[in-house]
Each structure stands twice: as structure tokens, then as C-alpha cells.
């Protein structure tokens, strides 16, 4: 039995049945209509967005029979070679299993050859970034003057490996990751023409999970079709990916609206018996707050609901406090891994939740104080008072607990008002500083206290931006085996307590960076060491010696004074 996998039987053969990617087919069409035809191209993205397919295409429409444009005929004998992968100039190399400069070295000789059928030999090389150095430079000549009868279709999923040499010789093209509208709607119309009935829920599962690749929605429709036996609905694609139903959501946020903990671990035990992905749950629970704020702020936009009542939600909780669960939730997820395991690690974000929320205020100093049946978590409202200066980095709020009942007292009704003794300060939220620029990032590593390898690894960073609590550091590529977990953590630990609130700590990978503390500190030595040499060659005594008695300096012999021994 031959079965063709639903990711190649759907691939398009034009670039009218691309999905997404309008940038880069209208580059390329303009380029074969007008003959401004680059030599050498390079599509980067993530996997599965077509950049392979973009190349085959291009190259049918170098190589079609009925001439050079952008609209390939697919019926001609080069087209269908072409569509099965047996055209003769048409040569795809896969770079991770061909690596080496001796690869290279037959790829260039053979360059020089008139193609045997086409108009054009076009070499495809995918993963081109897994070339070794030596094969690159190899290729460098031929990459920037070619033989005309020659075109270069480079691919790969990581561009900041290639060298900037290969990147100065190509037109580079970015394809960008596919949205959830955009998978959903070409899975649709697959399921269509297979003729496979199929529920929207499940379609929308299928689609999120694809993570912007269409190749990976198409895997998974596949897998959906032979699991549920030929028939999608929700339930069963759910099971499949392991997902949770969004109900659960639901019933989880309106626990915590409800400062319901009793309820809200109740949830978290049936969860539990699914064995589910918890960091997917905080994903989905950190996307339902956003639904709801959305809804709260703009209620003019449309919003999928997506399985919970967002409007219910949404009447039912403040925008702040929204806000600060939806930081819980991404902070959660970050940290899961470091929890003993990940359900405690989930309870605990759910808990801090529950724990941390700041309290409406009102003029009185009465304190609710439920009965422990209730199992609620007691609602306390004070009088505004200024907030305390020291703000723990760990906590985005601070509350107020009231102080606990005598042992003789009798026992308070469960509606009871209790008088607090004193009035206590008003829960208050600390957003952290905002780092301006890289010149305040720099105050910032030098207030900050680190020491050891996390202060190397601060003193390495560049700033690049801070925004929404989310402060972005550049490292060079040679920099990022100082990014450890633990370095990471104590650099963030850090940061937030000279910021005085709450910071993710991000580090991207960049050429061209702003200044560090490491740069600066280096530069500030050369000075002080250039003075030291000026002010010892200048000294008359010195000069004394070596006009009269042929003295010489040592290079590198003059030390500062502030020089650290063993220098």
C-alpha cells in the first residue's frame, strides 16, 4: 500500500498556492518578470514555512519549458522532473550530511559545465549555516562571480551562523512564521477535498499546536486523521496532543476570582489524572488572561472565545489584577523548570496568585474573616497609606494578613468583622524601573552587587531594550557559554532588586552591539596604563638615566598603582 504524507501530496508547486509569505513571492515575481534575476538567494525562517518550496518553484520558473516567469506551467517535462525530484539541473544538497570542503570542491568543478537540459543549473544547498568554515571560503569566489548558466538557492533555520562574507553575496529573504488564521484555513481546505469531516475546535487545536509551521500542522493533521479513525472532533484531538479542555481554564480563573483555594487545588488534582503538559496549561491560562483583558480594555475588538466565557471572566475581575496574574503566569512558566516537579511547580504559580493580589481600597479598616469551611482566602480592605519603600524583587505586590485571633477569644461567626488594632498599609503594586539606555544598563551592572561569574556574565551584556518587564541583554555568539540557568537566575535576582520590582532577563545573540561594562572597564585600564607609561617616561630621574647611561624601558614592565598583584 503507497500512501503519500499529507505534507507532500499539499505541497504548492506555484507561488499562487503559497500560504503566507506575500514578501517574499512578490520579490520574486518581480525579479523573473522584469530578468533582474539574482545569482544567489538565501530564504531563512523557521522550519516549515517554506522555504525549500519557495526555492523549488523559483527554479521551475528559471527552468520551464514555456519560458523564463513567474507563473511556471507544471505540465511541461522540467516541471514535473522538477515536482519529483529528478531533474538533472536541478541539484538539492543537504549540507548537514555534506559538510566539508571536498563537497564544495566537486560542487565547483562541476559549476563550470553547461547545464545538461535547462537554461539554468541551480544548486539548492538546505541548512546551508552546517558548511564548515574551509567549504565556505572555498565557495566564496564562485558565490560572488558565477558562470551565468549558474544560481545559488541557499536555506536554512539559523542565519547567524552563516559568515557575513556568504550574507554580502545573497539576496536574503526572510519567511516569517505562519498564524494560527492562516494554518487553520489551509487544514480546512485540505479536509475538503480529502473529504474528512472534521469539528472547528479540532481544527483550532491543530493549528496552535503547528507553532507557525504549516509542515507541522500538516504531521499532525495526518497523525489526528489515524488516531480518530478518519473523523476529527475536539475530544479526541485533545487526548492526542495531550491538551486539556479549555473548560479547565475556565473553572481555574474563576477559582482564583473567587479566591476559592480549596476549589482551585481541586482543579489542579483532576488536571492531574490527564498527566498533562503543565507548562502548556500556564500557556493557555497566560492567553485567556490576555483574551480577557483585551475584552476588558477594548471591548470594540472581536475575541474568540476559544472554549471559556470571556465576557463572565472579564465583568468579574479587575483589569490590574489581570494584568499582574498574566506576569505570574509567564514568570511560572519560565521557572517551572526549576521546580522539585511541575505540577509543584504549577501549584505554586496558581498559589502565588491566589496569594499575591492586590485588594480593593476603601476607607474603612474592616477585615473579612471567613470560617476555615469556606476555604477562602480571607479579602482585606485598609485605608490608603504611603506604600513601603523596600519592595521585594521576588513578590510584584505585597498584602495584608490580619493578625491572628487569641486562643481565648471565642470563635467569630462566619461573616464576622473584626477591627484591625492599627491601620495597616494599603496592598501596593511596584512596577519596576525602566532601563533607559545602555549607558544606564552600565550603572545598573555596577550598583547591582553581582560577583563571580554572574558579575562576568552582566559586565558581558549589551543592552538592546526593556519593555513590558521584559529587558533584552545582547551576547556575541563566543559569549553565550557564560548564559547558564544558575548565572541567569542570580543575574535576574539582581537586576530586580536594584530595579525594585519584578524583570525577565532575556539574551539574544548580536554582531553589532552596544557597549558593555567589560568594554568600558578594558578601556578605562588601557587609559590609566597609558598614563602610567607617560607619567614614568616623562619623570626626570628616568630620562636622566637613559640620556646619560643608555637605560632602556621594558615594554610592558610599567604597572598602574591601582593594578591588581599578578597583573
Same mark, same amino acid.
Given at each position: ?33 522584469? /530578468? ?10 523557521? @522550519? ?7 526555492? @523549488? ?11 523564463? %516567469? ?106 516569517? @512564521? ?50 480518530? /479513525? ?18 479547565? $481554564? ?30 502548556? $496549561? ?31 471572566? &472579564? ?69 490608603? #497609606? ?18 491572628? #485571633? ?17 491601620? &495597616? ?36 551584556? &549589551? ?36 530595579? %525594585? ?9 548580536? %554582531? ?17 596604563? &597609558? ?37
Amino acid at each position: 500500500m503507497s500512501y503519500l504524507v499529507l505534507a507532500r501530496k499539499w505541497r504548492p508547486r506555484r507561488f499562487s498556492e503559497l500560504v503566507g509569505q506575500e514578501h517574499v513571492v512578490r520579490a520574486l515575481t518581480n525579479a523573473l518578470e522584469t /530578468g533582474r534575476v539574482h545569482h544567489a538567494l538565501l530564504f531563512t525562517g523557521t @522550519r516549515g514555512v517554506g522555504k525549500t518550496t519557495i526555492a @523549488r518553484i523559483f527554479a521551475k520558473s528559471l527552468n520551464c519549458e514555456r519560458g523564463v %516567469g513567474a507563473d511556471p506551467c507544471g505540465e511541461c517535462e522540467t516541471c514535473k522532473a522538477i515536482d519529483a525530484g529528478r531533474y538533472i539541473d536541478l541539484l538539492e544538497i543537504d549540507a548537514a550530511s555534506n559538510t566539508g570542503v571536498e563537497n564544495v570542491r566537486d560542487l565547483i568543478d562541476n559549476a563550470q559545465y553547461m547545464p545538461s537540459r535547462g537554461r539554468y543549473k541551480v544548486y539548492l544547498i538546505d541548512e546551508v549555516h552546517m558548511l564548515s568554515k574551509p567549504a565556505f571560503n572555498a565557495l566564496l569566489k564562485t558565490l560572488e562571480e558565477p558562470p551565468e548558466h549558474v544560481k545559488f538557492l541557499f536555506a536554512t533555520t539559523d542565519p547567524e551562523k552563516l559568515l557575513v562574507t556568504v550574507l554580502s553575496r545573497c539576496l536574503q529573504f526572510n519567511l516569517k @512564521r505562519l498564524d494560527e488564521a492562516q494554518i487553520r484555513g489551509q487544514l480546512t481546505k485540505i479536509l475538503a477535498a480529502e473529504a474528512i469531516k472534521a469539528e472547528g475546535d479540532a481544527i483550532a487545536q491543530l493549528a496552535r499546536a503547528a507553532d507557525g509551521s504549516l509542515r507541522d500542522g500538516l504531521s499532525l493533521l495526518d497523525q489526528a486523521i489515524a488516531y480518530s /479513525g478518519g473523523k476529527l472532533d475536539g475530544a479526541v484531538v485533545a487526548t492526542m496532543l495531550g491538551t486539556v479542555d479549555r473548560t479547565r $481554564i475556565h473553572a481555574l480563573l474563576e477559582a482564583l476570582a473567587a479566591g476559592n483555594g480549596r476549589g482551585l487545588l481541586d482543579e489542579v488534582a483532576q488536571l492531574a489524572e490527564f498527566s498533562p503538559d503543565w507548562a502548556g $496549561i500556564l500557556d493557555a491560562l497566560a492567553s485567556a488572561l490576555h483574551r480577557i483583558q483585551v475584552r476588558q480594555l477594548v471591548p470594540d475588538v472581536t475575541i474568540e472565545a476559544d472554549g471559556f466565557e470571556v465576557a463572565t471572566l &472579564a465583568v468579574g475581575m479587575r483589569p490590574e489584577l489581570v494584568q499582574l496574574w498574566y506576569q505570574m503566569a509567564l514568570n511560572g512558566r519560565r521557572d517551572l523548570s526549576f521546580a522539585p516537579s511541575p505540577r509543584s511547580g504549577f501549584e505554586m504559580t496558581l498559589l502565588r496568585m491566589l496569594a499575591f493580589r492586590p485588594d480593593a481600597t476603601e476607607h474603612t479598616h474592616a477585615v473579612q474573616v471567613p470560617t476555615a469551611a469556606q476555604g477562602r482566602i480571607p479579602t482585606t480592605t485598609a485605608s490608603r #497609606a504611603a506604600p513601603s519603600p523596600r519592595v521585594a524583587a521576588a513578590a510584584e505586590t505585597q498584602r495584608v494578613v490580619p493578625p491572628p #485571633a487569641r486562643l481565648d477569644a471565642p470563635e467569630p461567626a462566619a461573616s464576622v468583622k473584626a477591627v484591625a488594632p492599627h491601620p &495597616a498599609p494599603a496592598p501596593v503594586t511596584m512596577a519596576a524601573q525602566i532601563v533607559t539606555d545602555g549607558e544606564h544598563w552600565l550603572q545598573i551592572v555596577d550598583e547591582c552587587g553581582l560577583r563571580g561569574p554572574a558579575r562576568l556574565l552582566a559586565e558581558n551584556a &549589551a543592552f538592546a531594550s526593556h519593555r513590558d518587564g521584559v529587558l533584552r541583554l545582547n551576547l556575541t555568539q563566543e559569549q553565550m557559554h557564560l548564559k547558564s540557568p544558575s548565572l541567569v537566575l542570580q543575574l535576574t535576582d539582581a537586576v530586580s532588586r536594584t530595579l %525594585g520590582g519584578a524583570v525577565q532577563v532575556r539574551f539574544e545573540v548580536s %554582531g553589532a552591539r552596544g557597549e558593555t561594562a567589560s568594554v568600558r572597564n578594558e578601556r578605562a585600564q588601557d587609559a590609566r596604563q &597609558a598614563e602610567a607609561d607617560r607619567g614614568f617616561s616623562e619623570d626626570p630621574a628616568i630620562q636622566t638615566l637613559v640620556r646619560n647611561h643608555g637605560a632602556s624601558l621594558v615594554p610592558g614592565s610599567i604597572r598602574p598603582l591601582d593594578a591588581p598583584r599578578g597583573d
